[in-house]
């Protein structure tokens, strides 16, 4: 990746809302967990392995941010981030794809929200970043 490049995205990242920044990081958690998808069906172990922790290190950033004293909606998505997290150790373990694609779909499912929020077309989740 160019100097130039990597700069523009860490301005992006930078200057981006909260909401924008959970968009951010749905998108990377799904990407990484497509390439864990993909290393496991070729059987690529060690690349399985790298893509799976970096989609939980996302999925525990999410967990971070939530504020648990906002209400229902921020428990219940901490549920859902810590459930997450409890699969993704499982798949990683079995190096299993069912289960990863089964995290990747709910997080494909957020993001739609997600992305609805960012557009102005939703009300703000109550608690979350």
């Not at 995205?9 to 990407?31: F, H, K, M, N, W």
């Not at 810590?82 to 990683?92: G, K, T, V």
Request: proline residues 2%.
């Amino acid at each position: 990746m160019s100097y130039a490049y990597a700069r523009y995205r860490q301005v992006g990242v930078e200057t981006a809302s909260p909401v924008d920044l959970v968009v951010l990081l749905y998108r990377g958690a799904i990407r990484f967990l497509t390439e864990a998808e993909q290393a496991i069906h070729q059987h690529d172990v060690p690349q399985a392995h790298d893509r799976l922790l970096r989609a939980q290190a996302i999925i525990a950033e999410l967990m971070g941010s939530l504020n648990l004293d906002a209400g229902e909606i921020a428990v219940n998505l901490g549920r859902l981030y810590d459930y997450m997290q409890r699969r993704l150790i499982e798949a990683n373990v079995r190096k299993d794809a069912r289960i990863v694609d089964e995290v990747r779909c709910l997080l494909e499912e957020l993001l739609s929200a997600w992305e609805a929020i960012a557009r102005g077309e939703a009300p703000v989740l109550a608690g979350a970043r």
